[in-house]
């Protein structure tokens, strides 16, 4: 089972999703992760989209059950086709 959970940023995606995968045992993937490349000075370097797309998809193919958090609009179709549920995230203030 793959649920991918986005929203807008600020939300409490990442959040949320931690939380749900450490009460299921599943694994927490990130889309920041795979969009960026890994550097002194975070989020300043794009990764190349066919890499991670490669690298996304191992994973999401591997059967492992995962949550997946972030927004992969633009990223292989093959990718969304990967997601058992889908949940769009919205966070009021209650105010």
Known sequence: MI?????????GVT???????KK?????????DFFWEKTDVPYTVKRDP????????????SGESIIFGGSCISWS????SCFDKIVFFICATGK
């Open 50 to 61: 066919k890499s991670r797309d490669a690298e996304i998809l191992k994973l999401l193919k």
């Open 3 to 11: 649920i991918h959970i986005l929203g807008a940023s600020g939300s």
């Open 77 to 80: 179709p093959e990718i969304h």
């Open 24 to 32: 299921l045992g599943w694994k927490y993937l990130d889309s920041d």
């Open 15 to 21: 959040t949320l999703g931690n939380y749900i995968s």
